[in-house]
């Protein structure tokens, strides 16, 4: 199993940068997606979240109206639009993969992928 998450860097506040993840050794078709996110000495943090079929989704309070959660199911890739960042959105961002139904806490997912960084410049 892999989750190869790329899109990441160094943005200035008020910009945009979009985050996909390459899912690969599962049936990505089968599972919710969801990014999290964690910034240095902090808890990782559900960002937003995505149906199997992409039918519902989820977001945290502080992103609605800014992010979009997507996925391509004959990709196997999930993406996360993010727009309007703010400096303390500085963190690595993990895409996660979990066979029940979408979920907001860690323990919700199974498969995680390695991160990518993702820094806003005031």
């Known amino acids: 199993v892999q989750l190869q998450a790329s899109g990441g860097g160094l943005v200035q506040a008020g910009g945009s940068l979009r985050l996909s993840c390459a899912a690969s050794?599962?049936?990505?078709?089968?599972?919710?997606m969801g990014w999290f996110r964690q910034a240095p000495g902090k808890e990782r943090d559900f960002v937003a979240g995505?149906?199997?079929?992409?039918?519902?989704?989820d977001y945290a309070d502080s992103v609605k109206g800014r992010f979009t959660i997507s996925r391509d199911n004959a990709k196997n890739t999930v993406y996360l639009q993010m727009n309007s960042l703010k400096p303390d959105e500085t963190a690595v961002y993990y895409c996660a993969a979990g066979r029940r139904a979408l979920a907001t806490m860690t323990g919700g997912y199974d498969y995680w992928g390695q991160g990518t960084l993702v820094t806003v410049s005031s």
């Open positions: 050794g599962f049936t990505f078709s089968n599972y919710a």
């Open positions: 995505i149906t199997w079929n992409g039918g519902l989704t």
